[in-house]
Structures are given as C-alpha cells and as structure tokens.
C-alpha cells in the first residue's frame, strides 16, 4: 500500500535551531506526521496537504516532489498492513484554531531533533533528523 504524508514545517527565531516540525498524535496516541491515502485522481503532494490540514489544522506550501519515504503498518479491520509512506515538505503559513480532526488529535510543535525522538519509524527519524528547507 502507498500513502503520502505532509512535513509540516515552519522558521522560529528561537532556540530551535530556527527550524520546527509539526507532530500529530495517532488514534493510539503515537506521534506521527500527517499522513494517509491518495484520493483516486488527486496528485499525492496535493494529498499530503490535504492531511495536513485535516490532521494538524495547517495550511501553506507544499513542494510536487517528495524528500524520502518510510515504511509503516496501516491497520485496517483489525488487518495491519505494510505501507509506504512518501514525505512532502509543506512550509506552513497558517495555523488553525479548529480543524476537522481537532477532537481527535494533538499537536506539537518541535524541534528536529525532538521531533525526530518522539516517532517510532526509524526512516522517518531519518528524514525528519537531515531535513534543510
């Protein structure tokens, strides 16, 4: 299975490093990137904005080609299923008070390094760790 998934990042000024990365909680409360399926017809960066702003409430810019991918399980009617997720930076310029998903997700702004230490997949880490904008 093929998934996309949103980078949301944004410039500080702050002791971050100037850099941040926007996490989101999962149904079981992990922490993850905003991610999920491509709608039939709709370009897969186009779907990762898309879930970045039902998932974490951000709008901005997102780039056509993806910084890296990494690999998760997708449980689906109690079937977990292996998926490849493709990474999109998208430069966040608003940040909503309520989202479609805001009952059901936290989220978290972070610096790299932090953010990198809160997700489980070990490829993302990697991504999240050598992103430059």
């Given at each position: 299975?093929?998934?996309?998934?949103?980078?949301?990042?944004?410039?500080?000024?702050?002791?971050?490093?100037?850099?941040?990365?926007?996490?989101?909680?999962?149904?079981?409360?992990?922490?993850?990137?905003?991610?999920?399926?491509?709608?039939r017809?709709?370009?897969?960066?186009?779907?990762?904005?898309?879930?970045?702003?039902?998932?974490?409430?951000?709008?901005?810019?997102?780039?056509d080609?993806?910084?890296?991918?990494?690999?998760?399980?997708k449980?689906?009617?109690?079937?977990?299923?292996?998926?490849?997720?493709?990474?999109?930076?998208?430069?966040?310029?608003?940040?909503?008070?309520?989202?479609p998903?805001?009952?059901?997700?936290v989220?978290?702004?972070?610096?790299?390094?932090?953010?990198?230490?809160?997700?489980d997949?070990?490829?993302?880490r990697?991504?999240?760790?050598?992103?430059?904008?």
């Amino acid at each position: 299975m093929r998934q996309t998934a949103a980078l949301p990042y944004r410039q500080t000024d702050g002791a971050n490093g100037g850099l941040e990365i926007l996490l989101v909680t999962t149904g079981s409360g992990r922490w993850i990137i905003p991610k999920g399926d491509v709608d039939r017809g709709m370009a897969p960066h186009l779907a990762a904005e898309k879930e970045a702003f039902e998932e974490g409430g951000v709008k901005g810019r997102i780039t056509d080609r993806p910084i890296g991918s990494f690999s998760t399980r997708k449980n689906l009617v109690g079937l977990s299923i292996p998926a490849k997720v493709d990474v999109y930076p998208l430069e966040v310029s608003e940040e909503l008070e309520r989202w479609p998903e805001d009952d059901r997700r936290v989220r978290r702004w972070l610096s790299l390094q932090d953010a990198a230490a809160m997700v489980d997949e070990p490829e993302l880490r990697s991504i999240i760790r050598s992103f430059r904008p």
